[in-house]
């Protein structure tokens, strides 16, 4: 059974700092996402990694894909309070079919 | 910029009654899937529909729900005898290709809350 384990569950910051979210699993993923979701609202699509070690940069996000294709981390600069939100990775299941979500890393920053 | 759509927002409902959920996918989009998201917990794939057929079904979409394209617009989710566990929120999705063929990425709805009382 393909798992997508995401670390911190919880993370609680002041504006300005920097943190890291890290999205891993047992299994090889052909690719991963990273959604954004808002509370009672759909995921946003941020980024899609395909390339084993490739790192992909939107604004002050950081996104990395593990050389064995699987893990990958989220990293985020100078965070602002408008960052605040769930952060879900997710990959296609084996078939490639569906979708496979992790928990989510519940971001809040606070000013 | 296209976006997935769908109604209700939101849907109370009694146990045993049936309900309609309702998705337009974007447009040139050929896969259409259904998740839902129990409150507190992760995403959880439901169903893949793919010309006009289930491509796959997770364990949780049993003969309960059934999904249908009526039209060339909408996609939808049945429930036929709604049980208090399936209070959660259903998200449509839709994507160009699957998602492990050339990393086709799912857009998704904003999601219909459902509430079963």
């Known amino acids: 059974t393909q798992l997508l384990e995401q670390s911190p569950q919880f993370l609680s910051i002041q504006e300005g700092e920097n943190l890291t979210v890290y999205c891993n699993s047992s299994s090889v993923f052909s690719s991963l996402q990273w959604y954004r979701q808002e509370p009672g609202e759909g995921p946003v699509l941020l980024v899609t990694v395909v390339t084993g070690g490739e790192v992909k940069k939107l604004k002050r996000l950081t996104f990395q894909f593990g050389d064995a294709r699987k893990d990958s981390s989220l990293h985020i600069t100078a965070a602002q309070p408008g960052d605040t939100g769930l952060y879900l990775c997710a990959g296609p299941n084996q078939a490639g079919t569906a979708l496979i979500f992790g928990k989510g890393t519940t971001l809040s920053v606070s000013s | 910029e296209p976006e997935v759509t769908q109604t209700p927002s939101h849907q109370v409902t009694q146990m045993g009654q049936e309900v309609i959920l309702r998705c337009v996918p974007i447009s040139n989009h050929l896969y259409f899937y259904w998740y839902r998201q129990i409150l507190g917990q992760k995403v959880e794939f439901l169903v893949s529909?793919?010309?006009?057929?289930?491509?796959?079904k997770s364990e949780i979409f049993d003969d309960q729900f059934s999904v249908e394209r009526p039209d060339g617009s909408n996609f939808t989710l049945k429930i036929r005898s709604t049980k208090l566990e399936d209070s959660a929120m259903y998200f449509c999705a839709s994507s160009v290709g699957f998602p492990g063929r050339s990393y086709n990425e799912q857009f998704f709805g904003p999601g219909t809350r459902l509430t079963v009382l």
């Open positions: 529909f793919y010309n006009n057929e289930i491509s796959e």
